[in-house]
T-cell receptor, first 108, second 116 residues
Framework: GQNIDQPTEMTATEGAIVQINCTYQ??????LFWYQQHAGEAPTFLSY????GLEEKGRFSSFLSRSKGYSYLLLKELQMKDSASYLC?????????FGTGTRLKVLA | DTEVTQTPKHLVMGMTNKKSLKCEQH?????MYWYKQKAKKPPELMFV???????INESVPSRFSPECPNSSLLNLHLHALQPEDSALYLC???????????????FGPGTRLTVT
């Protein structure tokens, strides 16, 4: 079957770095996606990994290890506007499943 | 145009009503998706259309009926819904490259549906 695990909540301070982990089990693998969702809004795409390694996009980076079924999203220089839910999504064979999301609170 | 639009934003309907949700994109994407999202839960995939053909139906009850009239439009027809169907319904679109479901999705703002 398919299963995705993320921490439920995290808290960090403005200007700091935070790492949000995601572990998954899937039948087939077509890629792992990270989305940001502010309360009451739609998810917005942040990053995509299909090969092992680190993908960097400005303040956001995402890492993938396919052999370990593991990914993380790294947010640097945290800003108050980064307070949101971060959803890990895995694309498998005819499946696209979101993790339960990690609610990140950024404190001043 | 990098936007996915959805109408209406809010919908209240009775269990005997028939209504439709609409979604539109003009990014040239050839895959479109319907998701259901309950409060504090992740989106759950309902349907996927690829090149205007239904490619995935995640065992959704028949009271939800999708339709893709053309490459830019996606509808979700609702009939005889139950109160537990109340949720945020999200539409998304993506390109279609080599891998099935292997492209980033762009989401619309959603329709908040309440079934009374």
């Amino acid at each position: 079957g398919q299963n995705i695990d993320q921490p439920t909540e995290m808290t960090a301070t403005e200007g700091a770095i935070v790492q949000i982990n995601c572990t998954y089990q899937t039948s087939g693998f077509n890629g792992l996606f990270w989305y940001q969702q502010h309360a009451g809004e739609a998810p917005t795409f942040l990053s995509y990994n299909v090969l092992d390694g680190l993908e960097e996009k400005g303040r956001f980076s995402s890492f993938l290890s396919r052999s370990k079924g593991y990914s993380y999203l790294l947010l640097k220089e945290l800003q108050m506007k980064d307070s949101a839910s971060y959803l890990c999504a895995v694309s498998g064979t005819y499946k696209y499943i979101f993790g339960t999301g990690t609610r990140l609170k950024v404190l001043a | 145009d990098t936007e996915v639009t959805q109408t209406p934003k809010h919908l209240v309907m009775g269990m005997t009503n028939k209504k439709s949700l609409k979604c539109e994109q003009h990014m040239g994407h050839r895959a479109m998706y319907w998701y259901k999202q309950k409060a504090k839960k992740p989106p759950e995939l309902m349907f996927v259309y690829s090149y205007e053909k239904l490619s995935i139906n995640e065992s959704v009850p028949s009271r939800f009926s999708p339709e893709c009239p053309n490459s830019s439009l996606l509808n979700l027809h609702l009939h005889a819904l139950q109160p537990e169907d109340s949720a945020l319904y999200l539409c998304a679109s993506s390109q279609v490259t080599g891998k099935s479901l292997g492209d980033e999705q762009y989401f619309g703002p959603g329709t908040r549906l309440t079934v009374t």
